[in-house]
């Protein structure tokens, strides 16, 4: 019975972090509390709330919040403009895509690339920037984009 428990327990609270924030996380939100984000608990977002770097300075995500911008899928067009070499994914639920390397503009070694993601947030939409540095962790790049919502009120 006592092992049952556990069992459950384990797995309900292993659905929880997985559909809320990851454990060891927090929640960063835009300036208007709109849309909220989760990152690594180390990461510094204490100069603007809306901003959190990881220690190494190798990983950066910037959470917004625009009213007037109503949510859809990006157009071709955009998907041009926007540089992008992958489009993970275009939906009607979200975007997320991977656009072109540009120089590091803070003269680090290499180029800085920008992972972007976009949901619906009523009336506007949520956005998401992740700028990844020479050896950033992909992986925690993307759990980060996969973790964009808007907050519900």
């Known amino acids: 019975m006592i092992v049952r428990f556990v069992f459950v327990t384990v797995a309900v ?10 454990a060891g996380w927090k929640v960063i939100k835009d300036l208007e509390e709109a849309c909220q984000v989760a990152v690594p608990a180390a990461w510094d977002n204490r100069m603007v709330q809306n901003i959190a770097t990881e220690p190494g300075n190798k990983l950066s995500a910037v959470v917004s919040y625009s009213e007037s911008d109503k949510y859809a899928p990006l157009s071709p067009a955009e998907l041009t403009g926007l540089g992008t070499v992958k489009v993970v994914e275009n939906s009607a639920k979200r975007y997320f895509i991977q656009s072109k390397e540009f ?51």
């Open 103 to 153: 120089k590091d503009i803070q003269g680090g070694p290499g180029a800085t690339r920008t992972w972007r993601s976009a949901v619906p947030a009523k009336p506007g939409s949520c956005r998401l920037d992740v700028s990844l540095r020479q050896g950033a962790d992909e992986a925690t790049a993307e759990k980060v984009i996969n973790s964009l919502a808007p907050i519900k009120k």
């Open 13 to 22: 609270s292993g659905l929880l972090s997985a559909q809320g924030t990851p």
